[in-house]
């Protein structure tokens, strides 16, 4: 009976701090003011940055666009302390170390939502879906949601990572 008790309020304890973050999230969707805009282009494609600020919480948006293979969507989300999320949505090219068989998918259509309570605890939830050369996108995207997400739990090493990667992003925008 004790481990049952200790399971249910784990449960209810995780929750309830995704659940803060899925409402700082939504408050910094809703009234984030931007605050700075840039485009890059080249000669593949364009990369268009946007920061939104709300108060001490601030929402960096990097979408990356190549043509038909790459159209990726990413957003952190910070505050004084942490970058305490990031979303992933969109298609990215699949890249094969041989040459790409006719009946394999040339790109998948993802969705990664990461969530940080902490430097050292935060879960990552995914799913994704194979896209083939006839697919239809619009077709795959509703399809997309239905597809329940995997998730798992990470720490300090993901973090690094993911703030290691949000600091490259930051720095387009400075050159």
Request: hydrophobic share 30%.
């Amino acid at each position: 009976m004790k481990y049952i008790l200790s399971f249910i309020l784990l449960i209810f304890i995780q929750s309830d701090w995704i659940e803060n973050i899925e409402k700082s999230i939504s408050r910094i969707n809703q009234k984030g003011k931007l605050k700075n805009e840039f485009e890059k282009k080249d000669k593949d494609g364009k990369t268009i940055f946007k920061k939104y600020s709300a108060g001490k919480e601030t929402k960096s948006n990097v979408q990356y666009k190549y043509g038909e293979l790459i159209d990726i969507d990413i957003s952190f989300y910070e505050n004084e302390k942490l970058v305490f999320a990031e979303i992933i949505y969109g298609k990215d090219v699949l890249i094969y170390k041989r040459e790409k068989r006719k009946d394999e998918p040339y790109a998948v259509l993802i969705e990664n939502i990461t969530y940080f309570k902490s430097k050292n605890e935060g879960i990552k939830k995914t799913r994704k879906i194979k896209i083939f050369e006839d697919s239809d996108i619009e077709k795959l995207k509703n399809e997309l949601k239905k597809v329940e997400f995997k998730t798992e739990k990470i720490g300090e090493k993901e973090y690094q990572n993911l703030k290691e990667k949000y600091n490259r992003i930051k720095k387009i925008n400075k050159k």
